[in-house]
């Protein structure tokens, strides 16, 4: 495997249609084809769910492995509850966050979340730089189990960024397809075809 194509973690950005949300993320680069299992690889998770909200905003889901390391949100660099918008359903503990301004959805949360000052060379920024975090060491491991929760939305990473194609991801068949469209027990993840309801 050349240098070229040696999965490696990078800094992403990302904003919503009118930039007021800016945001970024670490992603392992390229994605690898499914391993032929159905255990969630060590890195990103990459994801697509037919549940009903996930699929009427088009969310594709990418899982940082520890969001804490891996997601800053550059813009509104506060209090994300206080300053986007904020849609919830079923249990009420997802916050599906929103930009007030263009209504894009960039990244879904469940957790607490701080300010803090950007490290030198991190995430590509100034050294200094206000960004606010999830907080919790190794908080995506089991979201549940630590109460942080992050699921960036991919359609929101901005295009024409060295090492991001969506579309290799689909034709490697790295993205997992997930059903939970109804409240009967879900059907296992699977690569290469989404579950009834879903979409590529």
């Known amino acids: 495997m050349d240098a ?17 949300v800016k945001y970024a993320v670490y992603l392992t680069v390229p994605r690898q084809p499914h391993p032929g299992t159905l255990e969630s690889p060590p890195v990103d998770r990459v994801y697509r769910c037919n549940c009903k909200i996930c699929h009427k905003s088009g969310f594709m889901h990418i899982r940082p492995p520890v969001p804490a390391d891996d997601f800053a949100l550059l813009s509104p660099a506060d209090d994300p509850f206080a300053s986007l918008g904020d849609y919830q359903c079923h249990d009420r503990q997802l916050h599906f966050l929103f930009c007030r301004g263009c209504g894009v959805r960039c990244f879904i949360f469940m957790g607490d979340g701080h300010v803090v000052d950007a490290q030198p060379g991190e995430f590509g920024l100034v050294a200094g730089q206000e960004v606010w975090r999830p907080k919790g060491q190794q908080a995506g491991a089991n979201a549940w189990r630590t109460g942080c929760y992050l699921s960036v939305n991919a359609h929101t990473i901005d295009a024409g960024q060295e090492g991001f194609d969506m579309r290799e991801w689909v034709e490697n068949e790295s993205v997992m397809y997930y059903d939970f469209l109804t409240d ?9 075809k989404p579950h009834p309801g879903g979409c590529y």
């Open 4 to 20: 070229d194509t040696k999965p490696r973690r990078r800094p992403f950005q990302g904003s919503c249609h009118c930039g007021a």
């Open 184 to 192: 009967e027990e879900p059907k296992p993840g699977q690569y290469g």
